[in-house]
Nanobody, 127 residues
């Protein structure tokens, strides 16, 4: 699985950005998948949001009501719409995939070890 993020940039507080993650799906041969976004402001990477192939979503409390994770299966693309950005949202954002997720299992941003594939990251700076 190859994941390529895009959409990062520098914005003012209160503005919006939409991150995209294009996934090669040749390894998505299981019955489902779980995709996530993770944020690394400095040394520690933390989960932001996740979405399963059943469209169930989970969000970190810090982004609830401001960020929206979504997917376009026709385009093999994962999105993270980020609204009302704050300076503390600055950092590198990584897209991650678990192509072996099965229905009924947990798909959550709180379980980074479940994600075996990661993109290279995209930088977001909010001032």
């Amino acid at each position: 699985v190859q994941l390529v993020e895009s959409g990062g940039g520098s914005v003012q507080a209160g503005e919006s950005l939409r991150l995209s993650c294009n996934a090669s799906t040749s390894s998505f041969t299981g019955s489902g998948y779980c995709m996530g976004w993770f944020h690394q402001p400095e040394d520690i990477r933390a989960g932001v949001a996740a979405i399963g192939s059943d469209s169930t979503t989970t969000y970190a409390d810090s982004v609830k009501g401001r960020f929206t994770i979504s997917q376009d299966n026709a385009k093999n693309t994962l999105y993270l719409q980020m609204d009302r950005l704050k300076p503390e949202d600055s950092g590198i954002y990584y897209c991650a995939a678990n192509p072996f997720w099965t229905y009924g299992a947990v798909c959550s941003y709180t379980r980074p070890a479940d994600f075996g594939y990661w993109g290279q990251g995209t930088q977001v700076t909010v001032s």
